[in-house]
């Protein structure tokens, strides 16, 4: 089997990573990839047309997509209509993602539990609506935003900042229209789940660490770090998770006629009152699918193919018990202003303390050596028999990676003990 894996960052990495386990699996290329992707062959284009033809000329099997960006660009569609295999929703149901109002009114629809909202087109009823909600108040561009769209405004002036700085253009079109919502309390869960839209399996729990700061505090980010399982998501959690968000959204999707054949990740609040959508992704999370896959003992490339073939329900995953930690190592500043082509070094010894290291921002300069070239840089992640444990075997290996200009937080998964 010949794979394509869209996208470049630590996600795209363990993908690669674990489906070059599989016997069915000859070769992987990766685009763009990073070339300390060995498991891949990198090709150097992100144009979806070439892509296709990459794919058509090269006879992939199956073509891979991480971001959301090309999914919900219509990668799925085009593919299709040239009868390239491909893994991920079409254009239509990548709009879960692409829009915080049609993810919303997707939800009504189907009596999938989520925060009450009021989406605004222009400033005036921004302004207006984010009165009329007790704070703290949730803001969200509605577009696409990259992780940076959404704000948690406690104070009135806040609020009306973040409705400002989406009307201002601070994230393009994205924040053309807005989505006002009702601030959630409780501790939040990634659920992540592969269908076919007829079948679904969720995968195993985990849980990311948004804020920048230790302590969730701090600015919103791609994501500090990962974990699973997560405690959180305890059986009686399980189950209304399986009933009030998982079969309805797959039952909506059959009603809208969406093709779905790919990875559906519900951030959800664990409130008092049991779980609660507050967004949906399309796509693997990053960074929890570098915590989720070195837990999963069956062949990747198998699921996947099954479900771009609509034969989902033939499969059943296996999964190990222990736990798996992932902590990023970001650039100093990050998500502000950082620093590319720092040099880091001591990775072999952070592998050979028993870590996997997933490359996700990173370059290679002219001595071959390896740099830093993003602001999420490097991802590593241990597994252990005790949360505690996977947490040591971890920080023993962040700590052996030599790169001064790294910032990392010190208390990924440590919520997770609590419990
Ligand atoms: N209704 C809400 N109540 C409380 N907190 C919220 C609410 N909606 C969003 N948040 C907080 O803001 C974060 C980002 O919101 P959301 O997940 O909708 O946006 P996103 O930018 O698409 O994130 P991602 O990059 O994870 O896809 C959430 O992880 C959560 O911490
Ligand atoms: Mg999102």
């Not at 007829?198 to 660490?209: A, E, F, G, K, T």
């Not at 992704?281 to 915590?291: H, S």
């Not at 010894?349 to 740099?371: M, P, R, W, Y």
């Amino acid at each position: 089997m010949k794979i394509l894996i869209i996208g470049s960052g630590g996600r795209e990495h363990a993908l690669a990573w674990k489906l070059a386990q599989s016997p069915r699996v000859e070769k992987i290329y990766c685009a763009p990839g990073n070339p300390n992707i060995r498991e891949a062959e990198c090709i150097d284009t992100d144009n979806l047309e070439e892509l296709a033809d990459f794919a058509a000329v090269h006879q992939i099997d199956l073509t891979v997509v991480g971001p959301e960006a090309p999914l919900c660009e219509g990668i799925v569609d085009l593919f299709k209509d040239r009868e390239l295999p491909i893994f991920g929703p079409d254009s239509k149901a990548a709009l879960l993602e692409g829009s915080k109002n049609f993810a919303k009114e997707f939800m009504l629809r189907h009596g999938i539990p989520t925060a009450s909202y009021t989406c605004c087109h222009n400033r005036k009823d921004a302004l207006r609506e984010v009165q009329r909600y007790p704070l703290p108040v949730v803001i969200k561009a509605d577009g696409l935003a990259a992780g940076k769209g959404v704000s948690v405004a406690t104070t009135a002036a806040e609020a009306e900042e973040a409705v400002n700085a989406c009307f201002s253009g601070e994230f393009g079109s994205a924040g053309e229209t807005v989505v006002v919502e009702e601030c959630l309390i409780g501790e939040e869960a990634s659920i992540i789940a592969l269908t076919d839209g007829r079948s679904i399996i969720p995968l195993v729990s985990s849980q990311d660490h948004k804020r920048a700061g230790e302590n969730d505090t701090g600015p919103n980010t791609g994501g500090m770090g990962a974990y699973s399982p997560a405690p959180v998501v305890n059986s009686g959690i399980w189950n209304r998770v399986e009933k009030e968000i998982i079969q309805p959204f797959l039952m909506g999707c059959q009603e809208e006629h969406f093709d779905y054949r790919g990875i559906i990740y519900a951030g959800v609040m664990i409130t008092e009152n049991g779980p609660k959508v507050l967004e949906f992704n399309v796509r693997f999370g990053d960074p929890e699918t570098q915590a989720i896959l070195p837990r999963l003992k069956s062949d990747l490339s198998e699921a996947m193919q099954a479900a771009v073939e609509q034969r989902l329900h033939e499969i059943s995953l296996e999964w190990d018990n222990r736990h798996a930690v992932c902590v990023v190592l970001a650039a100093d500043g990050y998500p502000g202003k950082y620093q590319k082509g720092e040099v880091i070094k001591g990775l072999e010894k952070a592998e050979n303390a028993g870590a996997l290291i997933f490359h996700a921002g990173t370059g290679k300069d002219s001595q071959g050596q390896v740099i830093s070239n993003g602001g999420r840089v490097l991802g590593i992640t241990a597994l252990g028999e005790t949360l505690p444990e996977a947490i040591e075997k971890a920080y023993t290996a962040v700590n052996a990676v030599d790169w001064p200009g790294a910032y990392f937080r010190r208390d990924i998964a440590r919520r997770g003990c609590d419990q």
